[in-house]
């Protein structure tokens, strides 16, 4: 559902930016929103077949049953593609085409994410949690933040040059470079077949088709 994102945003971006694509683009865009969608589609199935059956006879406690709740999950996927489909054209409003003034927008944007979590911490339950962790899981989210704040930082410096028709496709490919690295460093965990390849072929081809006509 959350693929959805990308139409959304170039409508919104053709509607209020003035934006347009070619037939062209608009293959890449599809090529890109197919790719990633085999890959999860795949690895859904994945993870459901790892859980192990049930011993019967076993005496132990069994974790309650996971409850399906379909309308939440669709609507919180709905809203989501709305957040992440507006924030760009919000950004590339912003931004427009003035250099210099990337860096200042994900300034404002990571300052206004930082006070709401600073006010989360008056919550004794959360500052326990956080003083709690161990210093290894420690070090992990420090190098994921470090990793988001970079692409933030790159995104922003995109929304400043390029169309929203360019930048949110391409940033779809980013399931892509998930997968491979978690491959890489979680290799007891991913499986590489041929749908995967085929997956990530789709939108490595529908990257360089958007980046090269949409440039």
Known sequence: VQALTVPYAILIAYIFLGE???WIMGMGIVLIIIGPTIMVQRRAKVV???VPPT???STSEQPP?????QVEGYLSAFATIGAYGTSPILIRAALGDIDGVAIFGG?????AAAAVLVATLVLPSRRGLISAMHPSTVRLFLSAG???FLAQMFRFMALAVAPV???TPLMRTGAVFTLIFSWTLNRHLEVINMRVVAGILLSVTGAVVL???GS
């Open 20 to 22: 347009t694509i070619s």
């Open 48 to 50: 459901a077949s790892a």
């Open 55 to 57: 011993t019967s006879g």
């Open 65 to 69: 049953a996971f409850q399906l709740r």
């Open 107 to 111: 300034l404002v944007a990571y300052s």
């Open 146 to 148: 470090t990793f988001v």
């Open 165 to 167: 028709a360019v930048v």
């Open 211 to 213: 980046a090269v006509f």
